[in-house]
């Protein structure tokens, strides 16, 4: 009840400082395990990730911000958990599958990082491998235009993506990164930062 009330004061808050505008709901899943796999240049990108999804979002947050007991205690109620970029983030990996074998939903950005304006953006096999891995389909998200005061601020919800190998084997990581290089090219278009990424004939990715 708390957290419902909190998420709705945050988005009256959002609605009031930008122009916001949402697309597709109705493209994620009503249950089950789902992967939203979003772009990510902004710290208010999680804010508005959150608030306006419709069902509640888990996420991994570098573990420096949880340094600080108020903001540790803001970003577990939040949905979020730590991961060290400076290590393997095993860890990190296991609660991400557990929470999708749970039949949660898990946030992530295909890059791992935040990419300011005129960077390179590069894709991580991660989203790519944890979807095999759980059978969980994943749904791009991507999230148009600039923060600034009453900005336009788009985001939208694409179509439910399921990544399995074409003879049901396991994929090799030179294939999870093309899967991870499409999902990014397909989010970055979305928001319209890329030219048409190849058009797939299905939802799914079938490599052999």
Do not use: C
Request: aromatic share 8%.
């Amino acid at each position: 009840m708390l957290f419902r009330f909190v998420l709705a004061l945050v988005r009256g808050f959002l609605h009031i400082i930008f122009r916001l505008r949402i697309h597709g709901k109705e493209n994620l899943p009503a249950e089950g395990a789902v992967i939203v796999a979003l772009n990510h240049k902004s710290n208010w990108d999680a804010v508005l990730a959150i608030t306006h999804m419709p069902r509640k979002l888990n996420f991994m947050a570098k573990k420096e911000l949880f340094r600080y007991p108020v903001l540790k205690s803001i970003l577990k109620w939040a949905g979020a958990f730590p991961v060290d970029r400076e290590s393997s983030g095993l860890s990190a990996i296991k609660t991400a599958l557990s929470i999708l074998r749970s039949g949660q939903v898990m946030a992530m950005f295909p890059e791992g990082r935040r990419v300011m304006k005129d960077q390179e953006h590069t894709a991580k096999a991660g989203v790519a491998m944890i979807a095999e891995k759980t059978g969980a389909p994943i749904v791009p998200v991507a999230i148009s235009g600039r923060y600034r005061l009453f900005a336009k601020i788009n985001l939208y919800i694409g179509e439910p993506m399921h990544v399995k190998s074409q003879n049901g084997g396991k994929l090799t990581g030179e294939e999870l990164q093309q899967i991870s290089d499409e999902l990014l090219a397909r989010i970055l278009y979305m928001a319209g930062e890329q030219d048409a990424p190849v058009p797939k004939e299905n939802n799914t990715w079938t490599l052999q």
